[in-house]
């Protein structure tokens, strides 16, 4: 599974001036410090989560579907179920149904033909603006911004290096993979 992420947006998941006073930090050089903090964060967050902080486009390739009728998503939230595009071998495919939300999955509604690629292409994200982001996400990122601050060059090689707040709002969101 070759999985993509394709035209995200340019937002900032937090607000700069919100950003430099949680950390602590006056001045126009340590707010630019940590605001590259929160983009690295925010970067992790959406990897170690599994999710979509703003709206974008995912591409997720496979040799072949996967055992069973239905196949998990990999990037989180999916909120449009219209936006949901499958290909197989580079010919349009509609049998399948698609569940929407936090843990998006396709269910196949018809049998697929014999294939070499199948190509999926659907919208996640939370929408295109700040206000739309879930506050504990808003959060997590600035509290893991901040540990990067405050640990700048320091690591002890034993700890994943996430901030508690990070760890925990990332294993609510984060699917369980078995």
């Known amino acids: 599974m070759i999985v993509e992420r394709l035209n995200a947006l340019s937002v900032l998941p ?5 950003l430099a006073t949680h950390c602590r930090v006056d001045g126009a050089g340590g707010q630019a410090e940590v605001t590259d903090h929160g983009k690295v964060a925010a970067a992790e967050l959406e990897q170690v989560a599994q999710l979509a902080l703003f709206n974008q486009t ?17 990037v989180a939230p999916m909120l449009d179920p219209m936006s949901a595009v499958v290909t197989v071998d ?8 698609v569940v929407t939300g ?17 190509v999926i292409e659907y919208l996640a ?8 982001l879930p506050s ?12 990067y601050y405050d640990a700048r060059g320091i690591g002890d090689g034993k700890s994943n290096g996430m901030s508690p707040h ?10 369980v993979a078995v």
């Open 58 to 74: 995912i591409r997720v390739t496979l040799d072949g579907w996967t055992r069973g009728a239905t196949l998990a998503l990999p």
């Open 136 to 147: 504990d996400l808003v959060h997590a990122v600035m509290d893991q911004a901040c540990a």
């Open 102 to 118: 936090k843990r998006p999955t396709l269910r196949l509604t018809s049998s697929l033909p014999a294939c070499d690629v199948i």
């Open 166 to 175: 990070m760890a925990r709002t990332v294993a609510h969101y984060r699917r």
């Open 14 to 18: 937090f607000d700069p001036v919100k």
């Open 125 to 132: 994200g939370f929408g295109d603006a700040l206000a739309d």
């Open 90 to 97: 580079g010919q349009n495919f509609d049998g399948f149904a």
